[in-house]
C-alpha cells in the first residue's frame, strides 16, 4: 500500500470517527432540550455559536493549516471535539444556555478544523490530471461521513434513551479520545504545510470561480437548513407523535441513504462531461421542497407528502452537494489548497448559520410550509449562480 493511500486512509478514518460523534452530539442536544420543554427557536440559538464559529474557522483554519500542516489541523480539531464533549458532561443543574452555547462554539471549531483539514488534505493525494479520481475520492469520502452521520443521529436518539444524556456524551469523548491518540501517530507530519508562507490577508479568496461556488453553497446549505435542523425533528416528534428514538432512526435512514448517493454521484453526473451540471441539478433540487409546501397546503396525507418529499429531496440534494465537494477541490490550488477550501467552507458554514435560525423562527411563527417555501428560494439562488462557474474539465481515473 503505497503512502498516499495510507494517508487517505488515516485521513477518512479520522474523519468518520469525528462524524460519527457530530451527528450523535447534534441528535442528542435537539431531543434532550425539547424534552426539557425549550421551544424550536430556543433549540436553534443553541447551535447558533456552532454555526457562527464554523464559518470563523473556516476563514482561519485554511491559513492555519497552510501555515502549520492539515495533519496538526486535524489533531486539534479531534481533541477540541472531546472538550466540547466533556464540557456537557457536567450535572444537570449546570447545563445552562450560555455553557451549552459555549460547548457547542467549541464543537463548531472543532468540526470546521476536521472538515478542512480532511477536503484538502485529499487534493495533494490525487494529480492534478487524475480529476476523474480526485472526484471519486472526494465523493467516497464526503458520502461515507454523511451516512455515518446519519449512523450518529440514531447512535445520539439510542444513547438518549439507554444511558441518559451525562453517560452518552462522556462515551462519545473516552471513544473519541482513543482516534486522536492513534492519530498523532498515523498522520504524516508536514501535510498540506505551503511552501510560500501565506499572508493572513490571502484568507479572502481571489479566485471568481472559488467566489462564485462559495455563494452558491452558502444558499444550497441554508436550503437543507432551514427545514431539516430543527423544524423536522420537531414537526415529527409534535406532529406525527414520534417516539425520539423514532426522529433519530428516520433522520439516521435519511442521512445514510443522502451519504450512499453522494459517493456514486460520480456515476449519475458522468465524470468525462466537462462542466459539472451544478446549475441543472439545482434547479432540480429547487422544484422539491416547493412541491412538499403544495401538498401539505392541499390537506394531503402528511406523512406521504413529508416522507416521500424528504426521500426525494435527500437524492437531489446528495448528487448536489457532491458535485459541489469536487469542484471545489478541483478548482484549488495545489499550494496552500487549505485557503481556498477553507473560504469555501466558509460559506458552507455560514448557509448553515442562517438555515439554523430561520428552521428555529420561521417554523414557530409559521410552520413547516413556509420553511419550505424558503428553502425552495434558497435553492433557486443558488441553481443561478451556477450558472456564473467556468469549465472545469474531467479526465478519466
Same mark, same amino acid.
Given at each position: 500500500m503505497n503512502t498516499a493511500i495510507r494517508q487517505y486512509l488515516v485521513i477518512t478514518g479520522n474523519y468518520w470517527a469525528f462524524t460519527l460523534t457530530d451527528g450523535a452530539l447534534r441528535m442528542l442536544v435537539v431531543l434532550h432540550f425539547h424534552q426539557l420543554g425549550y421551544s424550536p427557536l430556543e433549540i436553534a440559538l443553541l447551535f447558533v455559536f456552532y454555526e457562527f464559529f464554523g464559518v470563523v474557522t473556516n476563514l482561519v483554519g485554511g491559513y492555519l493549516g497552510a501555515r502549520m500542516g492539515l495533519n496538526r489541523t486535524m489533531n486539534i480539531g479531534l481533541f477540541l471535539q472531546i472538550a466540547a464533549l466533556a464540557m456537557l458532561a457536567v450535572p444537570a443543574a449546570m447545563l445552562s444556555v450560555p455553557w451549552v452555547m459555549a460547548a457547542q462554539a467549541l464543537s463548531g471549531i472543532a468540526k470546521d478544523l476536521n472538515k478542512m483539514s480532511a477536503k484538502s488534505g485529499i487534493k495533494l493525494l490525487v494529480p492534478d490530471e487524475q480529476q476523474g479520481t480526485l472526484y471519486?475520492?472526494?465523493?467516497?469520502?464526503?458520502?461515507?461521513?454523511?451516512?455515518?452521520?446519519?449512523?450518529?443521529?440514531?447512535?445520539?436518539?439510542?444513547?438518549?434513551?439507554?444511558?441518559?444524556?451525562?453517560?452518552?456524551?462522556?462515551?462519545?469523548?473516552?471513544? +473519541?479520545?482513543?482516534?486522536?491518540? #492513534?492519530?498523532?501517530?498515523? %498522520?504524516?507530519?508536514? *501535510?498540506?504545510? $505551503?511552501? =510560500?508562507?501565506?499572508?493572513?490577508?490571502?484568507?479572502?479568496?481571489?479566485?471568481?470561480?472559488?467566489?462564485?461556488?462559495?455563494?452558491?453553497?452558502?444558499?444550497?446549505?441554508?436550503?437543507?437548513?432551514?427545514?431539516?435542523?430543527?423544524?423536522?425533528?420537531?414537526?415529527?416528534?409534535?406532529?406525527?407523535?414520534?417516539?425520539?428514538?423514532?426522529?433519530?432512526?428516520?433522520?439516521?435512514?435519511?442521512?445514510?441513504?443522502?451519504?450512499?448517493?453522494?459517493?456514486?454521484?460520480?456515476?449519475?453526473?458522468?465524470?468525462?462531461?466537462?462542466k459539472q451540471p451544478a446549475a441543472f441539478w439545482a434547479a432540480a433540487l429547487a422544484l422539491v421542497p416547493a412541491a412538499i409546501a403544495l401538498g401539505l397546503m392541499a390537506g394531503w396525507s402528511p406523512q406521504i407528502v413529508v416522507i416521500g418529499g424528504?426521500? +426525494?429531496?435527500?437524492?437531489?440534494? #446528495?448528487?448536489?452537494?457532491? %458535485?459541489?465537494?469536487? *469542484?471545489?477541490? $478541483?478548482? =484549488?490550488?495545489?499550494?496552500?489548497?487549505?485557503?481556498?477550501?477553507?473560504?469555501?467552507?466558509?460559506s458552507n458554514a455560514a448557509g448553515r448559520l442562517l438555515g439554523t435560525i430561520l428552521s428555529?423562527?420561521?417554523?414557530?411563527?409559521?410552520?413547516?410550509?413556509?420553511?419550505?417555501?424558503?428553502?425552495?428560494?434558497?435553492?433557486?439562488t443558488a441553481a443561478l449562480l451556477s450558472l456564473m462557474l467556468p469549465e472545469r474539465h474531467v479526465a478519466e481515473a
Open positions: 471519486k475520492w472526494v465523493a467516497i469520502l464526503t458520502g461515507s461521513k454523511n451516512t455515518l452521520k446519519g449512523v450518529g443521529f440514531f447512535l445520539g436518539g439510542v444513547l438518549l434513551m439507554s444511558v441518559g444524556f451525562t453517560g452518552a456524551v462522556l462515551t462519545m469523548a473516552a471513544a +473519541l479520545g482513543l482516534v486522536w491518540l #492513534a492519530s498523532l501517530f498515523l %498522520l504524516k507530519q508536514e *501535510l498540506g504545510k $505551503s511552501t =510560500a508562507k501565506p499572508k493572513f490577508r490571502e484568507i479572502l479568496s481571489k479566485s471568481p470561480a472559488i467566489n462564485v461556488l462559495s455563494a452558491a453553497r452558502m444558499f444550497l446549505f441554508g436550503a437543507r437548513d432551514v427545514w431539516f435542523v430543527v423544524a423536522l425533528p420537531v414537526y415529527l416528534h409534535t406532529v406525527f407523535g414520534w417516539d425520539f428514538w423514532k426522529v433519530g432512526a428516520f433522520m439516521a435512514t435519511w442521512v445514510i441513504g443522502y451519504g450512499f448517493i453522494q459517493t456514486i454521484a460520480p456515476r449519475i453526473t458522468g465524470t468525462s462531461e466537462g424528504l426521500l +426525494l429531496f435527500g437524492i437531489l440534494f #446528495a448528487i448536489n452537494s457532491s %458535485l459541489h465537494s469536487y *469542484l471545489i477541490v $478541483s478548482y =484549488a490550488r495545489g499550494d496552500g489548497v487549505s485557503l481556498d477550501v477553507g473560504f469555501y467552507y466558509m428555529g423562527w420561521v417554523y414557530q411563527v409559521y410552520g413547516l410550509e413556509a420553511c419550505l417555501w424558503i428553502s425552495s428560494g434558497l435553492v433557486l
